[in-house]
């Protein structure tokens, strides 16, 4: 394919992989649109290779996270985007080695099918696992795992965890491409395989979760603008989330959750905000879970706090990964030339959480996260090891209005509910807000921006299924696959440029003649 139509391509499969993410949620697109990014690399050099998959990386972050704009500008949206782009121009860089070069080292048509797809998903993953966690604590978002939150392939990420959910999609994608490739082989034979390949992984059943036991729960949704710059009067965020959830008393619940930032006045420092808290737990005869921006020993803190009517905050977690160029502003000194203006808009920098991010409520315990904590794998493997029996999920959306932000985080809370095998509680101040089943089912949810609660009875479970089992091994093993396919193929299958040159200055064999006896015979004769 010309260079100028692979970069057409690559454009394209990247807006068409972000139509299989909320809010569109064409879950069917995403293998879609990483087959045809597969398909510009194919005779792509190093050089034009990296071009390409910077483009189609450009496409997809931009358009997937184009939320950002909303309240920040474009230079927050093209400074992450172009950051991602680069994690992804460098991983198809490497999937184009693979794919070039895969056919000559695994040279058996059942070698090119196994071993190609296989490190091409190694490699995908490998990228997504790194772009993850760093740098400043990475940013878990545009997994393709998440576009299958409501596909039929969903309770796979109760197996294999949301890194090996990427990598069975991708491997799809990848042996989709394979078959394409080869050459003959019938339609038929083609379609068989590739269908088998898709029953196979449909006919996995899903893992069965065993219930220990049920509570009833009130989520509160206040429907605040609490968002970085809007104007309100101090005190009317926690006042929205009490005039919510005061209609709810003579119902009796276990607890009640609020989102993040559902107290904007710190109760443990504000007596006035304590009395509110205190006044609502008493109504509610529970205890309740907040969200609050907390000051301590002279550092901010982004706090989920247990409060009890006449005891206070019995139990703190602080979020163990704010947001960089949110919520603090890493290497401030060297930045802030770029964007002075915006930089300094950030004017305090909350501090990373150390305290477990499990709360002890009257007996059941329960696994808290922060916002965008419930993309990071290892928090959650934390609270499900600590023996968390449900999830609460409390975040902040308003800064993004209407956009697909809120619907994107909901997906990634769907996943972990089965990945986990818990009840998921999805808390926001405006939406998306929803009650999710470990089998991935909403049970309850709230329209975006209107106030209103949620009161169900949810299951409790204490089942560890085999993702969580796994932990981080499934990443490691399928990453570690990837890596080690890329270096056989580097050394066992020389690029065709070496291939040509070594063809080149080969020292040319003179052909031997057939022997012709008859000729030979004669020329006895003569002599």
């Avoid at 704009?69 to 782009?85: D, F, H, K, Q, S």
């Avoid at 772009?131 to 939150?149: E, K, L, N, T």
């Avoid at 509680?425 to 999710?436: E, L, P, R, Y």
């Amino acid at each position: 394919m010309p260079l100028p139509a692979a970069v057409v391509l690559a454009a394209a499969a990247g807006a068409i992989l972000d139509g299989g993410f909320p809010d569109r949620s064409w879950w069917v697109l995403a293998p879609i649109g990483v087959v045809l990014m597969f398909l510009a690399l194919l005779g792509r050099r190093p050089a034009p290779a990296l071009l390409v998959g910077m483009v189609a990386g450009l496409s997809f972050w931009l358009i997937h996270i184009s939320w950002i704009t909303l309240y920040l500008g474009p230079v927050p949206w093209l400074a992450l985007g172009g950051l991602e782009a680069i994690f992804f121009g460098v991983g198809l860089w490497l999937v184009a080695v693979v794919l070039n070069r895969g056919p000559r080292a695994w040279p058996t048509r059942w070698g090119r099918l196994g071993m190609v797809p296989l490190v091409v998903a190694g490699l995908w993953t490998a990228r997504e696992a790194i772009s993850a966690v760093w740098p400043y604590g990475g940013f878990a978002w545009g997994r393709v795992a998440i576009s299958q939150s409501e596909s039929p392939f969903a309770g796979l990420v109760a197996w294999v965890g949301m890194s090996g959910l990427s990598f069975l999609m991708v491997w799809l994608s990848a042996l989709a491409l394979q078959l394409l490739r080869e050459v003959g082989w019938g339609v038929l034979a083609r379609w068989t395989v590739l269908t088998a390949s898709v029953a196979l992984l449909l006919v996995v059943p899903a893992v069965s979760i065993a219930q220990s036991g049920e509570t009833r729960i009130a989520a509160v949704q206040g429907a605040s603008d609490a968002g970085l710059f809007a104007q309100y009067s101090p005190g009317q965020i926690l006042s929205d989330h009490t005039s919510a959830t005061l209609p709810l008393v003579g119902d009796p619940v276990d607890f009640v959750v609020w989102p993040e930032n559902g107290s904007d006045i710190d109760p443990t420092r504000s007596q006035d905000a304590a009395h509110v808290l205190d006044y609502v737990s008493r109504a509610m005869m529970a205890p309740l879970i907040t969200g609050t921006i907390t000051y301590r020993d002279g550092k901010y803190y982004n706090t989920s706090v247990l409060w009890k009517a006449g005891e206070g905050a019995t139990a703190l977690y602080d979020k163990v990964h704010p947001v960089p160029f949110a919520e603090y502003m890493p290497d401030r000194v060297f930045w802030r030339p770029f964007a002075p203006e915006l930089i300094d808009l950030i004017s305090r920098d909350y501090q990373l959480g150390t305290q477990p991010n499990v709360f002890d409520v009257n007996g059941i315990l329960a696994g808290i996260a922060i916002c965008f904590d419930i993309a990071d794998d290892q928090l959650v493997h934390q609270m499900i090891d600590s023996g968390a029996t449900v999830i609460l999920a409390q975040t902040n959306n308003a800064d993004f209005g209407h956009t697909d932000e809120s619907v994107q985080q909901l997906a990634i809370a769907r996943l972990r509910a089965i990945e986990a095998g818990r009840t998921v509680v999805n808390i926001s101040t405006v939406g998306s807000s929803a009650i999710i089943a470990p089998d991935g089912y909403t049970i309850d949810s709230l329209p975006t921006w209107v106030p209103g609660s949620m009161v169900q009875t949810v299951p409790l479970s204490t089942t560890v299924t085999p993702a969580m089992a796994a932990g981080r091994g499934i990443e490691w093993l399928v990453s570690g696959l990837g890596l080690a396919g890329l270096v056989f193929c580097l050394v066992f299958a020389p690029s065709t440029r070496r291939h040509a040159r070594w063809r080149a200055t080969a020292v040319p064999v003179r052909p031997v003649r057939p022997v012709n006896a008859e000729r030979t015979r004669q020329n006895r004769v003569r002599a």
